[in-house]
């Protein structure tokens, strides 16, 4: 049975994020990155980052393939039927593979939803095409990409707090320096970033950490997410419902709710 431990310290993440306004020069190609790290390193050792994370951060490689994902994301443009095609094949294939999971460890997804008042559909349909349930968790250094773009002028405001927690995590013993993740620094099954996996980790093991790279882990920390952003158990989640709306925190693309939201009806029927 998941033991459902929450483990990480919101107050750490709160002091993380209170750091004031950022002193490092952002830049839009990998010249400044240098320059950069040594103006963020003094942000990031006031905000609590240790020897280890600032190892890190100072070992740390500017992440062009970052940039180039970055740069030439489509996604949000495609139509949802060709949204799909793309990412799932089919609805009702898709399903199908969601729902043969969901029976192998039936348990399992009772639990969540018992726990957090998320459906294994929904829970399913995220893992499926955040990862390919845990096929595919990215293969570009997390370090490396999350440092990128909290240097990169476009969105640094956005990822600089979760440059700081991915080092806090590494300070902690919870990220390897070297742990490979997405391109934007997203971690393990279904894809956090590193100041939502400082909050919402749950330890659904009992090993005593939240590890996003072990699947009940990582699905536990999903429904936590959920739950928190307002998710209401027992209640619709197709496209105009409150829950549809909690699916905009996953993800801001409408394709992408409407494709989980969809997928996820048939994973439960």
Known sequence: MPVFK????????SAICATGAFAAQCGNNAGGFGAWKQQFAPEASAAG?????LQ?????????STINADRNQKG???????????????????AASARKRKNANAGFYQSLEQRYGVPAGILLAIHGMETGFGRNMGNTPVIDS??????????????????LAALSMVDRGILSPGQRGAAHGELGHTQFLPGNALKYGVDATGDGRADFYNQADALASTANFLRAKGWQPGQSYQQGSANFRVLN????????QQAIALSAERIDR
Do not use: M
């Open 146 to 163: 999350i440092l990128t773009v909290a240097y990169d002028c476009r969105r640094s405001a956005f990822f600089t707090p979760h440059a």
């Open 49 to 53: 980052i240790g020897q280890r994370g």
């Open 6 to 13: 929450h483990l990480f310290l919101a107050a750490g993440l």
């Open 56 to 64: 890190a951060l100072a070992s740390a490689s500017y992440s062009q």
């Open 249 to 256: 925190e996953w993800n801001a693309a409408t394709v992408y």
């Open 76 to 94: 949000v443009r495609y139509s949802l039927d060709r949204f799909i095609k793309i990412r799932l094949g089919s609805l009702d294939g898709f």
